[in-house]
């Protein structure tokens, strides 16, 4: 049977979300699939969430009882070609990059045409809108490194803003929870395939040691420019478990999902290490829906790696 589709012909369905996170875990909401501006203002009359990669995301085992909205058709495509209008001899402004192109392919296909500025990007599984709306990078790079226009919708208007336009910082963009990034122009460098892949494979190479299990990926921000996971580690929680999610025995700051993991699991290790670490610690992940920091998640408990009877996967190192 065909999915039903809305007044302007977006696809809607209910699905557990837990298919769309790289964590695997979320509950069953309604999604719509938009490919259009009409589509996507429809979408956003009711109370609504955007759903990109997924890459950092935590979604309750009951779902989310707003619309969850995922891009597709023309606004999940790429135009790489340069614009005569907007580029010069040493930097290269492409066509609209929809917010639904996955950024793992974005960062292959521009290091085989030898454009640079996005390689330290390398790695992240999200989707170039939620990417630029968090400013995700790494240690060698950030989404801001090649930005040149951002489109973003709002249930009241469509407009273009350039990263000036914004205060944007450290994971941040600075663009309001409610607005939609629908489409980028990127802001890039010429080099070569070669030069860009060289630069790739660095940062790459600094990922070794995280771990390859589901996951969210990093779970708190680092405070004051200090190591999460070096302050998680000397808290004694690298390797609790809590049900089936693990505080990585590779990296303390990130979260594992070993199989059928709930969010409940996950929720108790992020207020473990929040009673344990004793400095502030801002969470990285976006929990869907919010919950008041400190509050115990229900129907989960952890177990210590410096017990004798505690769950373990490998040694606490």
Request: aromatic share 4%; proline share 9%.
């Amino acid at each position: 049977m065909a999915a039903p589709v809305s007044r302007t012909g977006a696809r809607v369905e209910r699905l557990p979300l837990a298919r769309f996170t790289t964590l695997g875990v979320g509950g069953e909401s309604e999604v719509w699939f938009v490919s259009d501006h009409a589509q996507l203002a429809e979408a956003m009359e009711q109370p609504y969430r955007i759903l990109g990669g997924g890459s950092n995301l935590v979604i309750a085992d009951e779902g989310v009882p707003e619309r969850v909205i995922r891009l597709s058709g023309p606004l999940a495509e790429r135009d790489l070609e340069p614009d005569p209008h907007l580029s010069t001899e040493g930097e290269i402004v492409t066509g609209w990059v929809g917010g639904g192109v996955p950024l793992p392919g974005l960062i292959r296909q521009l290091q085989k045409l030898g454009l640079s500025n996005l390689e330290g990007t390398v790695g992240i599984p999200a989707q170039v809108g939620g990417a630029v709306w968090m400013n995700a990078g790494t240690r060698y790079g950030e989404m801001f490194d090649g930005l040149h226009t951002i489109e973003i919708v709002t249930p009241q208007e469509t407009r273009q803003v350039t990263p000036a336009d914004l205060q944007w910082g450290y994971r941040d963009s600075g663009i309001p929870r409610n607005h939609v990034v629908s489409r980028v122009r990127l802001r890039l460098r010429p080099s070569t395939p070669e030069a860009v892949l060289e630069k790739m494979d660095f940062a790459d190479n600094a990922r070794k040691g995280q771990p390859k299990m589901k996951t969210p990926g990093c779970a708190f921000k680092n405070p004051g420019g200090v190591s999460a996971g070096r302050l998680i580690d000397e808290a004694g929680l690298k390797g609790t478990r809590a049900g089936n999610a693990l505080i990585a025995p590779e990296h303390a700051n990130f979260i594992v999902n070993l199989g059928g993991a709930t969010a409940a699991d996950v929720h108790a290790l992020l207020d473990a290490i929040r009673a344990r670490v004793p400095v502030p610690m801002e969470l990285e992940y976006e929990l869907w829906p919010e919950r008041l920091p400190g509050l115990h998640s229900p129907g989960s408990q952890t177990t210590d790696p410096h017990q004798p009877d505690a769950h373990r996967d490998g040694p606490a190192t």
